[in-house]
């Protein structure tokens, strides 16, 4: 040895084998300090070399060496140097670069050192880890025996006691007489063992450092002084004792303790395997005997657009209030829940949380808005409408209060297995048909002037859809939920809860749910939109009326009705279910639908489609002049061709009674009316006037 201090019996100063060693990095070899890392600690056990702690806690040289006794180890590098090299024994020196470990909190360089400190004996209970982790359900299921399972198997003993001031002050007092230790379990042992001049101090006493420490306790064993070790408890011991310590258990709270624990449910980030999750199973294994937590949801690592992890340094994110601002918390909520399978990894970025707020929030909430429209200009009353329990008359109704309990079932077995994706996913799917097909097919439903039966029992399934929509939103969305509730729901009956959020989960109602009917009305879907891609194929626009539609499908069975929907949504005069197709069909097909469309436009068909044409622009000048929708008026049209002349004569009753006008004018040389505009029909140029009808 270059120096002889500490010397010690055992063998040292040899050359040995490492696995930890290679010649990749360095020389090859490395020197072994066994009190100053973990490498170096393990082998000098396996080889019982000797320690020599040659640089004290404070990281300086310690009082054996007393040439540098006290100068701070990094500083002492150049003096022992010149030393040495005064001794000619310093064959080159020069200065590496190499990694080193930093202080995360303020980069000051570290030491190693082994101590002597405390540990939970974890290794003792590994099996009853690993047995009793087959009482939790997982979400998702593979981090049960994968990554949890896995660190159960090959659970070490656990180092709960930290070398710093702050902290739990590890309730364990020593006899510095005979060595005894004691460990205190309450304020009651503590002043039982406590001097009798300091009983009385303990009843207020802050169970911190420093005043802690001033209480000295009577040696069980000896008699003599006992003092606190100076060690506080790892961190993680403390989120572990969690369902205790919240409780104040054993000394408060049993009751409630008692019925709580088992926890139903705990979520945390992936990263919690060896943190939260197994601290708290730890714990809870060696006091009961069984799992701290029922269920858990495992949640993945944030991400951002690019594949790169959230961080608070790189902000490569949008500050949460800022995008809350934009798209509203619920968007945000709903991004979570829907937006990636339960326990993988998600991207996080504005652009698809506001995609979330358009496709799903702001359709609900147009949804909404159209129904407060109609029904505040009918007058509409949920409390005097007749419930609609089985809406047999209307094929949409039975079908929306179909797929209503589809979604209700389908969100409820989902909640149940704590798949919080599959619950959340299918609701963008059904507020999408919600407003896209019942809402848009059923427009005309709300529009009649007189109150019969079918208007009636579209207003009540739309109410019961969107009200339904709330209460199952309600985990998920809780502010629009709350919004529309309070309107629909708590505007009308004060005798209701007064919060969706106190409302009973909806349960399904399985008699409503008819599997045929949303298969079909998938058929329908599908048919429709093959047939309008076809159209838009030659640009004939879907107001232009045609004659035919042919289509062809294996086991097509479809009720008249879901056939006149059909009919309508593609505009043609008939539909016909055929494998015989005429050769100047446009056609389209996939593995079991055939859609062929005929494409010839008569004469008849052109005056139907300048029609259509008339009443859409007619509609949009209404808007435009500021009309209600519930407004009548009188319309001055002025234009020359003969066509737009008879086909105005063929369809007049139609018109009158699309666009609510009750007297219709085509003029010679002016018009009048309190708001004029002009426009094309089929190339034909047209003046119009409009005024609202007295
Ligand atoms: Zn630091
Ligand atoms: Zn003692």
């Given at each position: 040895p270059l120096?002889?201090?500490?010397a ?15 010649n990749?990095e360095?020389?090859g070899i490395v020197?072994i300090?066994p ?8 082998l ?5 070399l ?7 806690e404070?990281g300086?040289?310690a009082?054996e060496?007393?040439?540098w006794?006290g100068?701070?180890v990094?500083e002492?590098?150049n ?7 005064q ?5 080159r020196?020069?200065k590496?670069?190499?990694t080193?470990?930093?202080c995360w909190?303020c ?8 101590l002597?400190?405390?540990?939970i004996?974890v290794s003792?209970?590994r099996?009853?880890l690993v047995?009793?982790n087959?009482q939790i359900n997982w ?7 994968g990554?949890f399972g ?9 180092n709960v ?6 902290g739990?002050?590890?309730?364990i007092?020593?006899?510095h007489?005979c060595?005894?230790?004691l ?5 009651e ?11 009385n ?8 450092r420093p005043f802690i ?6 040696c ?8 606190r070790v100076?060690e506080?408890l790892?961190c993680?011991?403390e ?7 919240q409780?104040?258990y054993?000394?408060e709270?049993k009751?409630?303790f ?5 926890a139903?449910?705990i979520?945390e ?13 730890v714990?809870?294994?060696?006091l009961f005997?069984k799992?701290?937590?029922s ?9 951002d657009?690019?594949g790169?992890k959230l961080?608070?340094?790189?902000r490569n994110?949008?500050e949460p209030?800022?995008l809350m ?6 968007a945000m909520?709903?991004f979570?829940?829907a937006?990636?399978p339960m ?5 996080f970025s504005?652009?698809?949380?506001i995609?979330?707020m358009?496709k799903v929030?702001?359709?609900?909430w147009?949804s909404?808005v159209f129904?407060t ?6 007058d509409?009353?949920p ?6 329990k089985?809406p047999?008359q ?9 797929r209503?309990?589809?979604l209700?079932n389908?969100?409820?077995e989902?909640f149940?297995?704590?798949d919080?994706?599959?619950a959340a996913r299918p609701?963008?799917?059904?507020i999408n048909?919600m407003?896209?097909w019942?809402i ?16 009636n029992?579209?207003?009540?399934t739309?109410y019961t859809?969107?009200?339904?929509l ?5 985990p998920?969305m809780?502010f629009?939920?709350e919004e529309?509730y309070q309107?629909?729901v708590?505007?009308?009956?004060p005798?209701?809860?007064e919060s969706v ?9 399985t008699s409503?749910?008819d599997q045929?009917l ?6 329908v879907q ?5 047939a309008?891609?076809l159209?838009?194929k030659v640009?004939i626009?879907?107001?232009q ?7 062809w ?19 043609v005069?008939k539909m016909v279910?055929a494998?015989?197709?005429p050769d100047y069909y446009l056609?389209?097909?996939t ?7 005929d494409p010839t ?5 052109k ?7 008339l009443v859409r622009e007619?509609q ?5 002049a ?5 407004d009548?008026?009188?319309l001055d ?5 003969a066509e ?12 009158l ?5 009750q007297?219709l004018?085509?003029?010679d ?7 004029q505009?002009?426009?094309e ?5 047209v003046?119009?006037g ?5």
């Open positions: 120096y002889n201090v500490m010690s019996d055992k063998k040292s100063h040899y050359v040995t084998l490492a696995d930890f060693v290679t990749q360095g020389t020197h300090a009190a100053f890392g973990e490498d170096d600690f393990n000098g056990k396996q080889l019982d000797p320690i020599y702690r040659t640089v004290d404070e300086r040289i009082k060496v007393s040439q006794m100068i701070f990094k002492a590098d003096q022992i140097m010149e030393e040495l090299t001794r000619s024994l310093l064959y020196h020069e590496i670069k190499h080193y470990p930093f909190r980069d000051s360089p570290l030491l190693s050192y082994s002597k400190t405390w540990f004996k003792e209970v099996e009853r047995e009793t087959m979400v998702p299921e593979h981090v049960k025996e990554r896995n660190w159960l198997e090959n659970a070490r003993d656990w006691s930290r070398n710093r001031y702050w739990t002050p590890l309730p007092w020593e006899c007489d060595g005894h230790q460990c205190v379990g309450s304020l042992e503590l002043k039982q063992y406590a001097a009798e001049s300091q009983k101090d303990i009843e207020d006493l802050d169970l911190h420490d001033d209480i000295k306790l009577l069980p064993n000896c008699g003599k002084p006992a003092v100076e506080v790892d993680w011991f989120s572990g004792s969690m369902p205790y310590a409780e104040h054993p000394f709270n009751y409630e008692e019925n709580s624990f088992p139903d449910f979520a980030g992936m990263d919690q395997t060896r943190g939260w999750f197994y601290t708290l199973h714990i809870a294994n060696i005997d799992p701290a937590f269920n858990v949801i495992v949640n993945g690592i944030g991400l657009e690019k790169v961080s608070k340094r790189l994110y949008t209030e800022v601002d934009k798209a509203g918390a619920d909520r709903y979570f829940f937006g990636t326990g993988e990894d998600w991207r504005e652009k698809l949380v995609e979330k358009r929030l702001m359709t609900w147009n909404y129904f429209t109609y029904a505040s200009i009918d509409w009353d409390q005097k409408a007749p419930e609609v089985a047999e209307n094929v949409l109704d039975k079908w929306i209060m179909s209503l309990q589809s209700i389908q969100m409820t989902s149940e297995r704590y919080l994706t599959k609701i963008e799917g059904f048909e407003s896209t019942y848009r097919r059923s427009r005309r439903r709300f529009w009649k002037t007189e109150n019969d039966d079918d208007k029992s579209a207003y009540s739309l859809v969107l009200i339904t709330t209460k199952l939103t309600a998920i809780p629009i939920s529309i309107d629909l708590v505007s009308f009956d005798s209701a809860p959020h106190l409302c009973l989960y909806p349960e399904v109602d409503l749910i045929q949303e298969s079909n009305m998938d058929k599908q048919i429709v939109e093959m309008r891609a159209r838009s640009g626009k879907i107001r009326p045609l004659k035919e539609l042919r289509i499908a294996e086991d097509l069975n479809l009720e008249q009705e879901l056939e006149e929907i059909i009919i309508e949504e593609i505009n005069k279910v494998e015989q197709i056609s389209q097909e593995d079991d639908l055939k859609v062929t469309l436009l008569t004469e008849e068909l005056r139907e489609g300048m029609i259509r044409d007619i949009s000048a209404r808007k435009k500021g009309l209600q929708i519930e009548h008026i009188n049209l002025l234009f020359e061709s737009l002349t008879s086909a105005i004569q063929e369809w007049r009753e139609y018109l009674s699309e666009t609510l006008c007297d004018k085509v003029q040389d002016h018009v009048s009316g309190s708001f505009t002009d426009f029909v089929q190339r034909v140029q003046k119009l409009i005024s609202k009808a007295s």
